[in-house]
Structures are given as structure tokens and as C-alpha cells.
């Protein structure tokens, strides 16, 4: 029997650590009937350009209640998509969030504009809309929001802003398949959402996105950058009458960022269980809010009401002021513990990159601030209730070792 004494000694000071097996931020969960898709898709006549993305994209449009769905190669190729759909170019500014994925800025800078940083909300740390007001210059051409951890961001405040100033609202939803606001589903609300399907997301094709809108408009432009800028329709050609059937046209410069149909098939198959993981994910969250409400140390992410969220990430803010240790130290401890947490995210501005294009720290102090005490914990379907608990007793343990 281990004594007390020795499971509260922390596992980074020579202690017993809470599990014994590391768990991680967050995992794939693929199953036998997700391979036997991907296996039959390889063993069919189309690997590539078949049906499966076909109905891939109409399950997408079925799921989400949006007009058109495009799938592609990956999450970042869905943003690159969609700011050329909106028009972006150089000159325009792209206003977006500094807490997420490099991805959310860089799409901008892929079209040559200058991508401005609004800051976020302290409480919920997703994009302030009144941030956004205060950054729109007659330069701006769209805003990319970002669900952060999957909560919707405030699709009516933001929905508002854009129609006042003419703006594309590019809603990035990587973080948010399955998230409702106010009822609808993600993906039918903003001009045009992007999706990733990446392995840590909520559902994965291993590598894929998708790009979806009503407006067909932008879908015949996103369309387009997805495959070379070619089209076969004749009725979107310039010149009639043309050379002959093989005969297609280039009619804008478009990239490959198009998914196989063996990812097609995966993702189909994985989107047969997105409420099922929905479910589960949300009852983790409500496990993980009723214990860390106990722990004055531990600040929770605040839901708004219109957000009916598919969480993706768990995210435990420390109030640094009642520890005495740095959220380094909190995070090696709980790294000793077998509970590896992740940092979502270091600010987009803050990498060399951004610092070369000129860029300086301090631009989104609530951003900064937030990102000095945040960490995710594990969170996904396959975590069974011990998994839960290990996490829950890995938290409490190393926050009782450096409560002041
Ligand atoms: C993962 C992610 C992306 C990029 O998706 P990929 O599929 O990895 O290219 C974009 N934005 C956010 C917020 C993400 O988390």
C-alpha cells in the first residue's frame, strides 16, 4: 500500500505518479468500421476525384445545413480557399484572433495582405467584436474568426460588423464541427466557414478540411482555387465553341488542394459518430467544470448561451497570484504526473516570423495575459472515466502542492 504522504508528494519531486500510462491533450479515435471504408475506397476504381468526396461534400452540406461544402487537403488549404474567395489581395488587411493556430493569420499573408490582430474576450478568449470594430481600417477586406476550443464566437455581433463595412466573415472552424449557435449548426452561418480534420480535431480524415458557404459566388471561386482555377462546364469557359471533349480551361490561378477519396471515406465514416462524440466530450466537460469549480486556483473558460459547443480543447487557466509556482513549473509537474498538457496558443504575432514583419509584443494585452496562465488538459472520446479522474486527480494534486 502507498501511503498518503507519498501519493501527495508531486511525481517531479520523486513521488508516485497519479497513472501510470502518459495520456495526451487529445487523440484520433478511429475504429474497425473507419478502416473498412478507407480499405474498400483504396480497392475501388477512384482513389482520387470519385465519389466518395462527392458525398463526403453532400453529407457536409446535409450536416451542417450550408448551401455548398468543398473538401480539401487540410485546414489551413480551407483558409487559403476562402480568402481568395473573399477577394483578398494585396493591400487588404484580414482581421483575426492572435490566440489560435498559425494557420488563422497566414492565409492572409498566403494573398499577399497584412494580416491585424484584434484582441480577445478575458472570459470566453474568443475574438472581441468590439476589437474588430476598432481595427477596421478602409484597407480591410474580411475577418477570420476563430471558434476557439470550439465555442462559437459571436456570429450576430460579428455578422453586424461585416455587413456595416462591407467585410467577408470567414468563420475558422477547426476547433468547432458539430458546435451549434443559436441552433444552427456551424458552417451555415458566416460567409464562409473552413473546417480541419487533422488528427487532434474532433473528427479526421488524417490530413483534410473543408470549406463551406451559401453563397454560390464564392462557392464557384473556392471551387476553383481548390483544383488549378480549372473548370470543365462549358458555361464558365471563355472560349466557345471549344476544341473538343477533352478540351477544360484554366481560368484562374488555383492550387491541388484537393482530398483523396480514401480520406473522403474516413471522414464519412468518422462523421456517422461526430454526435456520438460530441456526447461524450461533453460529458467530460461538464465532469472536468464540477471538479475545477472547487479549485479556486483554476479558472474555467466561460460558454456563452448561443454556443451549444462541440468542445475540442479543455482549457484550465491558472490564477498564478494563488500559486507559487510558474505555469512552466505547473506544467512539468503535471508532464511528471503521466498527464501531458499542450499550450493553446503561443500568440501569432509573438513568433520570429511575425516579429520580422514588424510586428510588437504587447498588441492584445488580454491575449498575453491569457496565454501566461492557460494550458489543455486531455480531452477526447475514447477517455474512459479513470482517464477522467486521473486527469481531475493530477490537476488537484499539483495545484494542493503549490496552493499558497
Ligand atoms: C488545426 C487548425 C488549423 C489548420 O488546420 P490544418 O488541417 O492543420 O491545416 C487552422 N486553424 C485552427 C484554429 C486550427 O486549430
Not at 482549457?315 to 497570484?321: C, K, M
Amino acid at each position: 500500500m502507498r501511503k498518503g504522504a507519498e501519493l501527495e508528494k508531486l511525481a517531479i519531486n520523486g513521488g508516485y505518479p497519479v497513472r501510470n500510462e502518459k495520456i495526451f491533450y487529445g487523440c484520433q479515435c478511429i475504429d474497425e468500421e473507419d478502416t473498412k471504408a478507407v480499405v474498400e475506397t483504396l480497392l475501388s476504381p477512384y482513389i482520387t476525384c470519385g465519389p466518395k468526396v462527392e458525398e463526403t461534400e453532400r453529407k457536409l452540406e446535409e450536416y451542417t445545413g450550408a448551401k455548398h461544402a468543398v473538401v480539401v487537403s487540410n485546414g489551413t488549404a480551407a483558409l487559403h480557399c476562402a480568402c481568395i474567395a473573399a477577394g483578398v489581395g494585396p493591400g487588404d488587411e484580414v482581421i483575426t484572433t492572435p490566440l489560435t493556430f498559425a494557420a488563422s493569420a497566414n492565409c492572409a499573408l498566403y494573398c499577399g495582405a497584412k494580416p491585424v490582430f484584434a484582441d480577445i474576450d478575458p472570459e470566453t478568449y474568443n475574438i472581441d467584436p468590439k476589437s474588430i470594430e476598432e481595427h477596421i481600417t478602409e484597407k480591410t477586406k474580411a475577418v477570420v474568426a476563430v471558434d476557439f476550443t470550439g465555442q462559437a464566437v459571436k456570429i450576430k455581433e460579428i455578422r453586424e460588423i461585416c455587413d456595416k463595412h462591407n467585410l467577408i466573415f470567414i468563420e475558422d472552424g477547426a476547433h468547432s464541427i458539430g458546435t451549434k449557435y443559436d441552433g444552427k449548426y456551424v458552417g451555415s452561418l458566416a460567409d464562409i466557414t473552413c473546417f480541419s480534420f487533422h488528427p487532434v480535431k474532433t473528427i479526421t480524415a488524417g490530413e483534410g478540411g473543408a470549406v463551406t458557404t451559401n453563397r454560390d459566388d464564392l462557392y464557384q471561386k473556392i471551387v476553383e482555387a481548390h483544383t488549378h482555377g480549372i473548370v470543365h462546364e462549358e458555361e464558365l469557359m471563355e472560349e466557345a465553341p471549344h476544341e473538343g471533349p477533352w478540351y477544360y480551361e484554366q481560368i484562374s490561378l488555383g492550387y491541388n488542394y484537393r482530398m483523396t477519396d480514401f480520406q473522403a471515406a474516413l471522414l464519412l465514416s468518422q462523421m456517422k459518430k461526430l454526435e456520438k462524440f460530441k456526447a461524450r466530450r461533453h460529458e467530460i466537460v461538464e465532469k472536468y467544470n464540477k471538479a475545477f469549480a472547487e479549485v479556486p486556483e483554476i479558472i474555467v473558460q466561460k460558454e456563452i448561451p448561443e454556443s451549444d459547443t462541440c468542445r475540442h480543447l479543455y482549457i484550465i487557466r491558472l490564477d498564478l497570484d494563488r500559486l507559487t509556482c510558474t505555469r512552466r513549473e505547473f506544467f512539468d509537474a503535471m508532464s511528471a504526473e503521466n498527464v501531458q498538457p499542450q499550450i493553446h496558443y503561443v500568440p501569432v504575432y509573438w513568433f520570429p516570423y511575425y516579429k520580422h514583419l514588424g510586428y510588437e509584443r504587447g498588441l492584445c494585452p488580454n491575449a498575453e495575459e491569457v496565454y501566461k496562465g492557460i494550458m489543455s488538459i486531455p480531452l477526447y472520446p475514447k477517455m474512459t472515466d479513470e482517464d477522467v479522474d486521473d486527469v481531475i486527480a493530477a490537476v488537484k494534486k499539483v495545484v494542493e502542492a503549490y496552493r499558497k
